[in-house]
C-alpha cells in the first residue's frame, strides 16, 4: 500500500509563492507517476499537474502553466510543486497522487479516476 503525505500549504498573499511536497512510502517510488489535483469549497477536484515516473516528462492544466512546476526526487521519494504568482483563484485542497503505471496516453494524467493512491491533503489560501 502506498502512503502519500503532502505538506506546506498555508495562508499566502496574492502574488505569493509556496511550495508543497509529497513523501510517498510503501512502494518503489520510480515505479510511480505523481500528481498533483486540487478541490475548491463547492467544486469538484480538478487536475493541477503531473509527471511521468522517470521525471522527463510533466503535464499541466491551462490554467497553472507557467506559473507552477512540478518536480520529483526519486531519491527522496518526494514530488513537489512549486506554485508561484499565486491567484485567490488558487486557493483549494490540493492532494498528492499516484499511480503504479505509466501515464500513457498522455490524456490520462488529467484524470483522477486513473490514479490509484491519494494524500489526505493541505490547504492552500491565498488572500486578495
Not at 500549504?9 to 511536497?21: I, K, T
Not at 497553472?64 to 512549486?82: E, G, H, Y
Request: proline fraction near 2%; include cysteine.
Amino acid at each position: 500500500q502506498v502512503q502519500l503525505v503532502e505538506s506546506g500549504g498555508g495562508l499566502v498573499q496574492a502574488g505569493g509563492s509556496l511550495r508543497l511536497s509529497c513523501a510517498a512510502s510503501g512502494r518503489t517510488f520510480s515505479n510511480l507517476a505523481m500528481g498533483w489535483f486540487r478541490q475548491a469549497p463547492g467544486k469538484e477536484r480538478e487536475f493541477v499537474a503531473a509527471i511521468t515516473r522517470g521525471g522527463s516528462s510533466t503535464y499541466y492544466s491551462d490554467s497553472v502553466k507557467v506559473r507552477f512546476t512540478i518536480s520529483r526526487d526519486n531519491a527522496k521519494n518526494t514530488v513537489s510543486l512549486q506554485m508561484s504568482s499565486l491567484k485567490p483563484e488558487d486557493t483549494a485542497v490540493y492532494y498528492c497522487a499516484a499511480r503504479g503505471r505509466a501515464l500513457f496516453p498522455r490524456k490520462i494524467a488529467a484524470l483522477s479516476s486513473e490514479y490509484d493512491h491519494w494524500g489526505q491533503g493541505t490547504q492552500v489560501t491565498v488572500s486578495s
